[in-house]
């Protein structure tokens, strides 16, 4: 190396990718810590301590073992959800349809379990029959919105959310009507999947095995994006898809690729909602994890190994809703508006990137 | 189904349109304003909540129906600003932003809306236009709400003035060409910035229809995705303020599907109905994409379209 090319850079000590691993770092915790601030402008304007709010936080989501197993159930179907957005972004998709994926899923495995559970068919086999159904489900109803972008044009922004709504109705469709129990009376349900169908917990704690699924997950699809000639394709056609066709990539087929890898994350977090959590599938599906999915793998930066750590922080203020609700008097949609603030900022801060001087790489040209 | 059976549902889906139509019109108007500028507005969602909160907050603690629109569409407009603000850094991308606004604003209108879901508040009085006909089916179709003819009234108005005003010609060159309107010497960020912030304060009011009229409370499950189908509806009105009139009815038309069939007694499949406009749209979009007309109207730098 000659010496024009190493000075600048030996002068900081680091390379240009540690910088920019800084910088992604940096960047997102900032803006968590701005949106700190302004919610704290917030509640003070409300007349609210800041201070009993974080701490009740830390408290809710991590003070005990109990509240920590909370946090980490909550965070699971996060993983999950932040994972079928963060791959179609990696892309260049914007896809903000996992909600939708995640209920037909779940859906799904509480419909095949129907037959399952009523001719005898052992946990062994009929756990994973359901598990492969919600994905498949997932897989095929994402994937559906990638084949309509790709090969129709169709905005896949829209056209995902369009298709969350449709999933939503066919859920109530069912529930309400063929395939509901006679004896959910008051919330319109499948039939239980039963005890002896109840994914349990993972041995030594109270969280379910979706944790685990949901770290697996982010390990393969890591690996998967960044080691893999697939995800070298699909991160080419994500920077430049006509570049990528002229390269011979087969890009519809990557596009729709990804988005089903997306659909069966959100889809296998439908899953472990009936199949751990509530035993059936019914309106309480819909919680709102495939759009907080969304935040949290912009807060990750479409990372997939990162967005297990954004998601234990989601599941975390999740978890200390109620505790919240309670100690301080307000509303369960306090949380929601911490989350907008977060969204709003962290989307502001993207504008920061490649401008903050003693981060930037000093090129060979640069004077010292 | 007789033929009074079809009668009842076409009159009960004419209702249900000119009911229903309000909150989209006033939203894809919005969206039409602010796309026409060249940049896309996903968070109108978000304004709507908060408009329809606003509204039902203020006319509850003021008696004023009326005031409580002025308010909504307050409250719309600062989203709209700060979309628009936001929207004019480098790097920032607007799709991204509007997801966040979405949310923003929905948690904003959940928190502040909690202690409005239990009182009534006054709401807006309709107009009975069918009166006259002494049939009280036709009379109870034709109930018009005034905000369903001011917004008829604003699409005539900007699809006039977006063609014969100075205004609404930087407004079109801003949204085809940002180069040519920069060599112009047009501020792209200040049209683009007031364009959304104006197109926010229409969704607000849009919103405000929704709790102060039809279904005429506030509540968390009030707006069920309008303000993102508007999205959808502005590109099938290709950027046309009339045609959004009439998309805006289509989507009302569609929406009443479900209720119409139900009113003579055909209640089976009722969600599947309810998710009538949301097939819809997904069709129109799928049969619009790629459509050559759609290409030629829509600006120029739009992201949703390059």
């Known amino acids: 190396m000659t010496m024009t090319s190493t000075s600048p850079l030996a002068a900081s000590g680091l390379s240009a990718a540690t910088l920019r691993r800084i910088e992604a770092l940096a ?19 409300l007349g609210k301590s800041p201070l009993e709010f974080y701490g009740l936080i830390w408290t809710g989501g991590f003070g005990s073992s109990f509240s920590v197993q909370n ?11 932040g994972l079928a957005f963060a791959i179609p972004a990696r892309i260049g998709l914007t896809l903000i ?21 009523t001719g005898g068919v052992t946990a062994v086999i009929g756990l994973p029959l359901m598990a492969v159904a919600a994905m498949l489900t997932g897989a095929v109803w994402i994937g559906l919105v990638g084949w309509l972008r790709h090969y129709r044009g169709v905005n896949e922004t829209i056209a995902s ?35 002896l169908y109840r994914v349990g917990p993972i041995p030594g704690t109270t969280v379910h095995w979706g944790l685990a699924a949901g770290l697996v997950l982010a390990v393969v699809l890591h690996i998967l994006m960044t080691r893999t000639t697939f995800g070298f394709a699909a991160r080419m ?31 296998l977090a439908g899953f472990f909602e009936v199949a751990a959590v509530h035993g059936q599938a019914n309106a309480s599906l819909v919680a709102g994890y495939g759009f907080t999915g969304i935040l949290v793998a912009f807060l990750a930066r479409q990372n997939a190994l990162a967005i297990v750590p954004v998601a234990i922080l989601f599941g975390a203020l999740a978890a200390s809703g109620g505790l919240i609700q309670r100690r301080m008097e307000m509303p369960d949609a306090t949380i929601l508006v911490l989350q907008g603030i977060i969204f709003v900022v962290l989307l502001t801060s993207e504008t920061l990137y490649g401008r903050i001087a003693f981060l930037q790489p000093r090129r060979s040209g640069d004077r010292t | 189904m007789t033929g009074a059976d079809l009668y009842i549902v076409l009159l009960a889906m004419i209702g249900g349109a000119i009911r229903v139509s309000t909150p989209f019109m006033f939203v894809a108007l919005g969206e039409c304003l602010t796309e026409k500028s060249g940049r896309i507005n996903l968070g109108h969602e978000g304004n709507l909540v908060l408009g329809a909160m606003v509204a039902y907050a203020v006319s509850f603690m003021t008696g004023s129906p009326w005031l ?39 948690g904003l209108a959940f928190f502040f809306g909690k202690s409005f879901i239990q009182p009534s508040a006054p709401g807006l009085e309709a107009i009975g236009l069918g009166d006259w006909t002494g049939n009280s089916a036709i009379a109870q179709a034709l109930q018009v709400n005034p905000l369903f003819l001011v917004g008829i009234a604003l699409a005539v108005f900007l699809s006039w003035a977006l063609a014969n005003t100075r205004w609404g010609l930087i407004l079109r060159m801003t949204g085809d060409s940002a180069a040519s309107a920069r060599a112009m010497g047009v501020n792209i960020d200040l049209v683009r910035l007031l364009a959304t912030a104006v197109g926010g304060l229409l969704a607000g009011i849009g919103g405000a229809f929704l ?43 569609a929406g009443a599907l479900g209720p119409s069939l139900q009113s003579i007694g055909i209640s089976q499949g009722y969600y599947f109905f309810n998710a009538a406009p949301y097939i819809l749209t997904l069709f129109i979009m799928i049969a619009s994409a790629r459509s050559k007309s759609a290409a030629s109207d829509a600006p120029g730098e739009l992201s949703i379209v390059k």
């Open chain 1, 27 to 45: 960047i997102p915790v900032g803006a968590l810590i701005a949106s700190a601030l302004v919610f704290s402008v917030f509640l003070l304007a």
């Open chain 1, 71 to 81: 946090t980490l159930q909550r965070a699971a179907p996060l993983i999950l959800t």
């Open chain 1, 97 to 117: 349809g996992a909600e939708g994926a995640l209920v037909l899923g779940g859906f799904s495995a509480a419909a095949v379990a129907i037959p399952l559970v």
């Open chain 1, 161 to 195: 959310l369009l298709m969350s709504y449709i999933a939503i109705a066919t859920m109530n469709f069912f529930v309400e009507g063929p395939l509901r129990d006679p004896a959910s009376a008051n919330k319109p349900s499948t039939m239980p999947i039963g005890e």
């Open chain 1, 237 to 267: 056609t994500g920077g430049n898809v006509r570049a990528a066709q002229a390269q011979g990539l087969p890009v519809g087929m990557l596009v729709v690729g990804c988005c089903a890898i997306a659909g069966a994350c959100a889809g």
């Open chain 2, 68 to 106: 409580g629109v002025l308010a909504a569409g307050g409250a719309g407009l600062v989203l709209g600003a700060m979309h628009g603000w936001i929207c004019a850094l480098p790097r920032v991308n607007d799709i991204a932003v509007g997801i966040a606004f979405m949310s923003f604003g929905t």
């Open chain 2, 211 to 253: 709790s102060l009229y039809y279904p005429g409370s506030w509540n968390e499950g009030l707006s069920s995705g309008q303000g993102l189908m508007a999205v959808a509806l502005v590109i099938f009105a290709r950027w046309d303020p009339i045609r959004c009139v009439w998309a805006a009815l289509l989507f009302g038309a």
